[in-house]
């Protein structure tokens, strides 16, 4: 096989396809890259037996073939290249790379070794806006828990045309806290609902942003199949496996209606929960809010054995009961972060209910938090 390209095609195909490919013991060709020349042009694929993502280089091919390279060693040298045309050659179990006035040979394996990778399963097609889908996930995949005691609960949810929403429901909960996101799907009208891997979504939003970054085209296509979901974007396809099981019924922690509602800047309430979040025993990280509709204020106070003491307000627009919530101050700052709007409404019921924070006069977004039982 030999083929030439550019050093920023090869590069930002190299960064699409590389993140993939890991450390694995038992079969350690999987931290190498299949690069697979035809006729048509050259593909690059790594897969972990989860995940896997192919990518079309835009390359001048001269002979066709295939092989496997170390995925790092690769990436990390071809980044160290002058911008300039690179040619790729195999020469026995070698691939000889040469650009500018340097000349460099890269140990392989057969690629005959490397495992297949399945095709994407067409089975329920989708379209929808590529930027929107990907702020969508990281504003949901925050939520998702971080080990696999309950392996549902380290997945997002993804519900195509459920619970009388006419486009794409995402959902993610650690039974702390909750994160759900709804957008509109611009083609296709399947109602599914599955369970994508924490792992995934954000190896979709990585490659999503890498993308974008190339000027790409407006609009995603996913796909979801029995036990896989698949997507094609640009110059490059990921397919997952999904995760096994049924999600639980989130929305019955969902309160109807709140005692309390606060509306306050959000930036302003950041920088007062960053500030009491140095005033906190660390593991529980518990920060209090004191909402009052007389004061027109909410009151964010911490206390740590440690380290001392600390109380400031912000002006709130505050109507209903007075009320109090203690939080863990991580939850918070990860949903209002995530919220896009320069202010947020913060509903209460009690120190002992779930309280909710959304974009003021967004209904799209919400993100839900559990109190520390005091």
Same mark, same amino acid.
């Given at each position: 096989m030999k083929?030439?390209?550019?050093?920023?095609?090869?590069?930002?195909?190299?960064?699409?396809v590389s993140?993939?490919?890991?450390?694995q013991?038992?079969?350690?060709?999987?931290?190498?890259?299949?690069?697979q020349v035809?006729?048509?042009?050259?593909?690059?694929?790594?897969?972990?037996?989860e995940?896997?993502v192919?990518v079309?280089?835009?390359?001048k091919v001269?002979?066709?073939g295939?092989?496997t390279?170390p995925?790092?060693?690769l990436?990390?040298f071809v980044?160290?290249?002058p911008?300039?045309q690179?040619?790729?050659e195999?020469q026995?179990?070698?691939i000889?790379i040469k650009?500018?006035?340097?000349s460099t040979?890269?140990?392989?394996?057969d690629?005959?070794?490397y495992p297949?990778?399945? /095709?994407?399963e067409?089975?329920?097609p989708?379209v929808?806006d590529?930027e929107e889908?990907?702020n969508s996930l990281?504003q949901?995949?925050?939520a998702?828990a971080?080990?696999?005691i309950r392996?549902?609960?380290s997945g997002?949810?993804?519900?195509?045309f459920?619970?009388?929403?006419?486009?794409?429901?995402?959902?993610?909960?650690?039974?702390?806290r909750?994160?759900?996101?709804?957008?509109a799907?611009s083609q296709?009208?399947?109602?599914?609902?599955?369970?994508?891997?924490?792992?995934?979504v954000?190896e979709?939003?990585?490659l999503l942003?890498?993308?974008?970054?190339?000027?790409?085209?407006?609009?995603?296509?996913l796909?979801?199949g029995?036990n896989?979901?698949?997507?094609?974007?640009d110059?490059f396809?990921?397919?997952?496996?999904?995760v096994?099981?049924k999600y639980?019924d989130y929305?019955?922690?969902i309160?109807?209606e709140?005692?309390?509602?606060?509306?306050?800047?959000?930036?302003?309430?950041?920088?007062k929960?960053?500030?009491?979040?140095?005033?906190?025993?660390? /593991?529980?990280?518990?920060?209090?809010f004191?909402?009052?509709?007389e004061?027109?204020?909410?009151?964010?106070s911490?206390t740590?054995?440690q380290t001392?003491?600390h109380?400031?307000?912000i002006?709130?627009e505050?109507?209903?009961?007075e009320?109090?919530?203690?939080l863990?101050h991580?939850?918070v700052?990860?949903?209002?972060?995530?919220i896009?709007?320069?202010e947020?409404?913060?509903?209460?019921?009690s120190?002992?209910a779930?309280c909710?924070?959304? /974009?003021k006069?967004?209904e799209n977004y919400l993100?839900?938090?559990m109190?520390?039982?005091?």
């Open positions: 083929f030439t390209c550019t050093k920023e095609n090869i590069s930002h195909s190299l960064d699409l993140s993939i490919a890991g450390k013991v038992n079969l350690p060709i999987l931290s190498n890259i299949l690069i035809n006729e048509s042009g050259v593909k690059l694929i790594t897969t972990n037996l995940l896997s192919s079309n280089l835009r390359a001269e002979t066709t295939s092989f390279v995925a790092k060693t990436t990390d980044h160290l290249l911008e300039e690179v040619e790729f195999k026995n179990n070698e000889f650009c500018g006035k340097s040979k890269i140990k392989g394996m690629a005959e070794d297949v990778v399945p /095709g994407i067409e089975e329920h989708y929808l590529a889908f990907k990281s949901v995949v925050i998702c971080k080990n696999e392996p549902e609960l997002t949810f993804f519900g195509f459920v619970n009388d929403f006419q486009g794409l429901t995402l959902a993610a909960t650690d039974s702390y909750l994160a759900e996101k709804k957008l799907v296709g009208n399947d109602e599914v609902k599955v369970i994508v891997p924490a792992r995934a954000q979709i939003i990585r942003t890498l993308s974008k970054e190339q000027q790409a085209e407006n609009n995603v296509r796909w979801v029995e896989q979901i698949g997507l094609r974007y110059d396809e990921f397919s997952s496996r999904l096994d099981g639980p929305t019955q922690i309160p109807s709140f005692k309390t509602n606060a509306v306050f800047p959000t930036a302003v309430m950041i920088n929960i960053k500030a009491a979040s140095l005033f906190t025993t660390i /593991g529980v990280n518990a920060v209090s004191d909402l009052s509709p004061q027109n204020n909410i009151v964010i911490s740590s054995t001392g003491e109380s400031s307000e002006e709130a505050v109507k209903g009961e009320n109090s919530i203690l863990n991580r939850y700052l990860d949903g209002l972060q995530n896009e709007s320069e947020v409404e913060f509903k209460v019921n120190g002992d779930p909710l924070f959304r /974009g006069g967004k993100y839900i938090v109190p520390i039982r005091q």
